[in-house]
């Protein structure tokens, strides 16, 4: 396992390239011209996104399986010896191919959507910085190292959701976002702290090493794995912490697509693939983490049912297929997880990048019942997000169709009502898919006034790019079912333990298949009819609907039962502190401690007389006093 | 020669230690007791002259050179003190046509 | 032998307590002087005859000219009129005694000391001294002619009126 892998070095560089841009387009932002910032960001990126391509060839002719490289040595302290190291194998390497090559492309086509931006530069220092956290916590050969990038893109998701802080919503939505991140961490960091008490090691290798001799199901291991999904909970948006996730469409469109597809929500699935051997020995906790992934899988499709506005159409669809993945890892299919994690970065990223594509044309406008017919205006966005939408619906041969049908034949293999719960969110996912794209392309133009055209193409060709990768990016993982050898799943199995087989038997599996496809068809076809035929359009705000409806879009109350249950209880403690400790209680210490100082100091300014005998008189004194008091010791 | 060393070994260290002490605290009465300025300098003077006597001694009682080049160290300060404080004296004079310590009174800014 | 040294030791005391008790600035200077040249017997008696030579030379013939030069320039040698306040006085000597005496007590804290080596009678000769002063000492020695400068520099800006504020202004 450890060996030196000539040129290995190089893996400095593809977290140093996002450092450097931060560092040029932050410091130097205000001397930059309007584009050039963007410019030299997007090239920092592609040059990462080079040194992994580089990287993983190396890691692949070497025939080694990781390689652990050491920076410096970080923490010392007694017997905690803790180096700032990185660690290439095959998981962190898929995910630093996924974030630098789907982050260049936003950030390639960031230069066009921001382009009329006036703080242009400072957006893309941001992006820079968040590349560069994600790319510290996917490279992390340490859960300490791991952590730093943890925080660093919670933080850099704050900056970038309140990118357009003058506006008060767009604030309390980035604040929405840390906290809850911050919820999370709390779990995380307590997690890595019982790890150390355990382990004596935060280093991954050590601990997985040591774990693996332990038995299943211990209490301490359940615990830990439990804290650290307490984590992972808040990151990657899942119930019951999810509801930053939607509120953060608050940011640039850019920035959605990057939180979404390439960084930030995947941490959480990567850390807990990363700590695959840990999960596997508590099973408790892998429970915890199915009934977690389908509830959020399947409440998440339904309030994106109702949704109307584009962003946060997408946005629950990103929550809901993040608990698919997290459904994944439940049942202990981490590389199908990951599988899931990457095709989606795809055609994520492609939604979000033609929403924005979208938004751009309609000139800023958000509600889909105010657009339509857009299919002729623009094909390129149109093309692409038709691909895109296929492929998050699972159609064959599209790159959603392999992970999804993977997730779900795993489902199956567990439970079969598990495997019903999973399809009918499937089913769900591709109806609202259907009825946003049905409602945004097709049909009659509803906005007047408004002269949609398509994107430039520093924005079109990020788009088609993404569109190819949705279309065959599921080929990296065919099935045998299909003639392929699961290569994906193959490259992973040195990184992470897979508790199941990654195989299921070819005749259970077309049968599934072709019940999915024949559900989706028929799902595509009533969408088509209600909004396409019938063109209804989703009711208008404040017309009378049922009690259901309106429990959805709503969604389900939660943000009003957050709100009662801990908010209203927390600033009615924080009045109490206010009113009661600190202005009775407080205040007077703080100010009796002032005006007790300045007491002394009138009193003792009389000392300071401006005779120069007495200065004499005072000195002599002193240095008597200080030999008798050394005499007397 | 020899007659005027060997009365070292008669003289007990303490009796130099003690007319140091003497000379010392009677520097140090003078700075306090009087009020003019220049008598207070040469109590000053008197004070440094009766630690050299102390260090002399006890560099005599170990036959050690670098002690009396101490002294000698000492005195280059003195004299460099001598100098500055005697031209403070005088600005003193002129200023407030006084060396009266007691009108120095303003030094509490 | 001894007895020189004592009867020295009673006349530096003596004089020591004349400067500070003498109502005349001159007389302080000349009281002063005499403890001085007592003490450069004492450094006789020590065998430290360079430093006895230099003491002279220096504080005898330099400073305390230097002290007289300046009670004369200021027109200081007049017998004083006002004293400190009757309870400073006493406070002083006061102050001053208890300052012997703790002094006193800290000596007898201290660990006797006998000479330790057979005395060697060259160890106080300029040759010897000379010798530490150049090899040991040579960079303090040749640093303290900046000391000098600047004290130098310090004593004439002091001494000079303010004239370049008047070529200025």
């Known amino acids: ?633 | 020669m020899k007659d005027i060393s060997s009365a070292i070994q008669l003289i007990p260290l303490e009796h130099y230690i003690l007319l140091s002490v003497a000379l010392f605290s009677i520097g140090l009465m003078g700075v306090l007791f009087r009020r003019n300025t220049i008598i207070i300098l040469m109590c000053i003077e008197l004070m440094f002259n009766s630690v050299n006597l102390l260090v002399t001694a006890f560099a005599a009682y170990h036959s050690d050179p670098s002690g009396q080049v101490f002294v000698f160290f000492i005195m280059i300060v003195a004299a460099a003190e001598v100098a500055v404080g005697l031209s403070i004296l005088v600005m003193m004079k002129r200023n407030v046509d006084s060396v009266d310590i007691n009108l120095l009174n303003r030094l509490k800014w | 032998m001894a007895f020189l040294f004592y009867m020295l030791s009673a006349i530096m005391i003596i004089s020591a307590l004349f400067v500070v008790f003498s109502k005349n600035p001159v007389d302080s200077v000349i009281y002063l002087i005499i403890c001085f040249i007592g003490m450069a017997g004492q450094y006789i008696l020590l065998n430290a005859q360079f430093l006895a030579v230099v003491h002279v030379i220096v504080y005898t013939g330099a400073i305390m000219v230097l002290f007289l030069f300046v009670i004369m320039l200021l027109n200081l040698n007049k017998e004083i009129i006002v004293r400190k306040s009757k309870v400073t006085r006493i406070s002083a000597v006061i102050t001053g005694g208890i300052f012997f005496l703790v002094m006193v007590a800290a000596t007898r804290q201290v660990i006797e000391i006998h000479p330790r080596y057979p005395f060697s009678g060259t160890v106080g000769l300029v040759s010897e001294v000379g010798k530490t002063l150049f090899h040991e000492f040579l960079l303090p020695f040749e640093i303290s002619s900046v000391l000098f400068i600047s004290a130098m520099i310090g004593a004439v800006m002091f001494g000079k009126k303010d004239e370049v504020k008047n070529f200025k202004s």
């Open chain 1, 1 to 633: 396992m450890v060996g030196t892998i000539p040129n290995i070095n190089l893996a400095y560089l593809v977290p140093a390239f996002p450092l450097m841009g931060f560092l040029i387009t932050g410091l130097a932002g205000k001397r930059l011209k309007h584009n050039q910032g963007g410019i030299i960001a997007s090239a920092m990126i592609f040059f990462s996104f080079i040194i992994s391509v580089v990287l993983f060839y190396l890691l692949r002719s070497s025939g080694q399986d990781s390689a652990t490289i050491t920076l410096f040595n970080w923490i010392a302290v007694g017997n905690m010896n803790i180096p700032f190291a990185f660690l290439i194998d095959h998981l962190s390497l898929t995910m630093m191919l996924v974030v630098t090559g789907v982050g260049s492309l936003i950030h390639v086509y960031s230069i066009g959507y921001m382009h009329d931006d006036e703080r242009v530069n400072s957006f893309f220092a941001q992006m820079n910085l968040f590349t560069f956290s994600m790319l510290l916590l996917v490279m992390g050969a340490n859960y300490l190292v791991l952590f730093i990038g943890w925080e660093g893109v919670g933080l850099c998701s704050y900056l970038l959701i309140g990118f357009w802080f003058k506006n008060p919503a767009f604030n309390y939505a980035a604040r929405k976002a840390f906290i809850m991140n911050r919820i999370g961490d709390l779990g995380f960091i307590l997690g890595i702290i019982l790890l150390f008490f355990t382990f004596k090691s935060v280093s991954f290798s050590e601990i997985f090493a040591q774990a693996s001799l332990m038995h299943a199901g211990g209490p301490i291991i359940t615990l830990i794995t439990l804290l650290l999904l307490v984590g992972a909970v808040g990151k990657s948006a899942q119930i019951p912490l999810y509801t930053w996730l939607p509120d953060a469409m608050a940011g640039p469109t850019p920035v959605s697509a990057l939180i979404h597809a390439a960084t930030m929500v995947t941490a959480g699935i990567y850390m807990i693939a990363r700590s695959s051997i840990l999960y596997n020995l508590a099973p408790i906790t892998l429970n915890v983490i199915t009934a977690i992934g389908l509830t959020t899988a399947i409440v998440a499709a339904i309030i994106g049912l109702r949704q109307n506005d584009i962003k946060k159409v997408l946005a629950y669809s990103t929550v809901s297929q993040l608990g698919y993945m997290f459904l994944a890892l439940g049942l202990g299919a981490y590389s199908s997880a990951v599988f899931h994690l990457t095709t989606h970065a795809f055609f994520k990223a492609l939604l979000f990048l033609g929403a924005g594509s979208i938004i751009h044309a309609m000139g800023g406008e958000q509600d889909i019942r105010k657009m339509g017919g857009l299919r002729k205006k623009m094909p390129i966005t149109y093309f692409t997000f038709l691909a895109a939408t296929l492929a998050i619906s699972g159609i064959p041969p599209f790159s959603g169709f392999f992970s999804k049908d993977m997730i779900l034949s795993k489902a199956f293999e567990h439970n079969v009502i598990l495997y019903f719960l999973a399809l009918g969110g499937a089913l769900l996912t591709c109806f609202y898919m259907f009825r946003l794209f049905y409602l945004v392309f097709f049909g009659e133009q509803r906005l007047a006034g408004a002269h949609p055209h398509e994107s430039p193409k520093v924005m079109t060709i990020p788009l088609i790019i993404l569109g190819v990768l949705s279309v065959f990016g599921g080929f990296l993982n065919i099935p045998s079912l299909f003639g392929g050898n699961l290569s994906f799943s193959n490259f992973l199995q040195s990184a992470v333990s897979s508790k199941v087989s990654e195989e299921i038997s070819s005749t259970t599996e077309i049968e599934l298949i072709i019940l999915s496809l024949v559900l989706l068809i028929l799902v595509i076809g009533i969408a088509y009819r209600t909004y396409v035929r019938k063109a209804n359009l989703p009711a208008r705000d404040g017309e009378p609907m049922s009690i259901w409806s309106r429990i959805v879009v709503n969604k389900f109350y939660i943000d009003k039962t957050y709100m009662i249950l801990v908010e209203k209880p927390y600033s009615s403690f924080s009045n109490f502190l206010f009113n009661k400790v600190e202005t009775k209680v407080l205040n007077p210490i703080v100010d009796g401690i002032g005006e007790a100082t300045s007491r002394i100091g009138i009193l003792t300014r009389k000392l300071q007389r401006g005779n120069m005998s007495f200065y004499f008189f005072a000195m002599v004194a002193g240095i008597l006093l200080f030999i008798v008091f050394i005499l007397t010791i």
